[in-house]
């Protein structure tokens, strides 16, 4: 007789009652719910076409066909979980990023990819605009802003705010904000390998002189802690305490930062996704995001989805999408309804 849908799930969850006898123990062993195991043991019992338990209101016990089945399981289950389980020296899962690595959710993100998993994460930080994921050194990257990656695919988790970086000796250290348009009038700092603000980002009639353009975010902070500019980071930088000669004031109306997960579209990690799914869980109780939503485009594009209501995390957790598919120059659109609803223009600007 052909036995077929019968799944690892039913078979651990019959385990399980088999060894507590109880099908509420079985349930928190299984972190399931008593419904839930209940449902699993009458599919298992539809799919073998036997009894395997015998049900009474004061206890479990199996049938001959139940003990039969459960004396070969303990054995076989056990091995059958050594031989998937990943191997001592399989390879890790690399995750990339050029500067400003965020401080909350990737921790929490990759110790559940861990656990779940059961494969090792490590960070590695690339001087590249991409950080290593086009060139292989990487199976995905956290990048902001822009991105202009051929053969890649994005998912924006959420929206930062930015705020300026001046010098502790600059008159703006103490002030409390700086309007975007004021920065207009202001020598900026630029990280032209891998920021994330470019004079292109003001209108052509209103854009910043370029005081000093550097090659990495070590350069870039230097320059502003010399005085030599101001700088543009997400709001997170700031809270990192990043240079004790580097002050940060707010911008309330600069356009947010958008921060994507990059991956190659063809021959992805196969454990990506998994990534992916507990990048968006974690973003969504450590930065209260909300929504779902993309971003396509070559890397000169808006990005869809409206903020948060801390400003910070908006929509963007949703479908992957390429992104080198022609869209429009910034300013050159306008903002999606859900943007004009959140009060922020989302084109994908560039520290």
């Known amino acids: 007789m052909a036995i077929t849908g019968i799944e690892l799930h039913h078979l651990r969850c019959f385990v399980a009652l088999a060894e507590e006898r109880h099908f509420t123990r079985a349930a928190d062993r299984l972190a399931l719910s008593q419904p839930t195991v209940s449902r699993t043991i009458r599919r298992l019992e539809e799919l073998l076409g036997y009894r395997v338990l015998e049900r009474t209101t004061r206890q479990v016990t199996l049938t001959a066909a139940g003990e039969r089945l459960y004396d070969e399981l303990r054995v076989l289950l056990p091995r059958l979980t050594a031989a998937l389980r990943p191997a001592p020296d399989a390879p890790l899962f690399r995750i990339g990023f050029a500067w400003g690595f965020p401080a909350t959710w990737p921790q929490a993100a990759i110790e559940r990819f861990e656990a779940e998993t059961g494969v090792g994460a490590r960070v590695f930080r690339r001087d590249a605009a991409l950080a290593g994921v086009d060139s292989g050194e990487v199976d995905i990257a956290i990048l902001r802003g822009r991105v202009t990656a051929p053969g890649m695919t994005a998912v924006t988790l959420l929206h930062e705010r930015r705020i300026a970086a001046v010098s502790v000796r600059s008159e703006l ?7 975007w348009r004021e920065l207009a009038g202001r020598r900026l700092v630029l990280n032209q390998v891998s920021g994330t603000t470019d004079p292109s980002d003001w209108p052509a009639d209103e854009r910043p002189e370029v005081a000093v353009r550097c090659g990495n975010f070590d350069e870039w902070l230097e320059a502003v802690a010399g005085n030599r500019g101001i700088g543009v980071v997400p709001e997170s930088i700031g809270r990192q305490r990043v240079h004790p000669f580097v002050s940060f004031v707010a911008i309330p ?15 992805e990690h196969p454990l990506t996704r998994r990534f992916l799914a507990h990048a968006r869980a974690t973003v969504r109780q450590c ?42 120059e910034p300013g050159a659109g306008r903002a999606t309804d859900a943007d004009a609803e959140a009060g922020a223009h989302l084109a994908g600007p560039r520290p």
Request: glycine letters at 24%.
């Open 173 to 179: 250290a103490a002030r409390d904000e700086i309007s």
């Open 253 to 267: 109306d600069a356009p947010l930062l958008p921060l994507r997960l990059v991956y190659p579209r063809n021959d």
């Open 287 to 328: 930065e209260g995001g909300r929504g779902s939503g993309s971003e396509s485009g070559n890397g000169h594009g808006s990005a869809s989805g409206g903020a948060g209501g801390d400003g910070r995390a908006g929509g963007g957790v949703g479908v992957p999408e390429p992104v080198d598919a022609p869209v429009a």
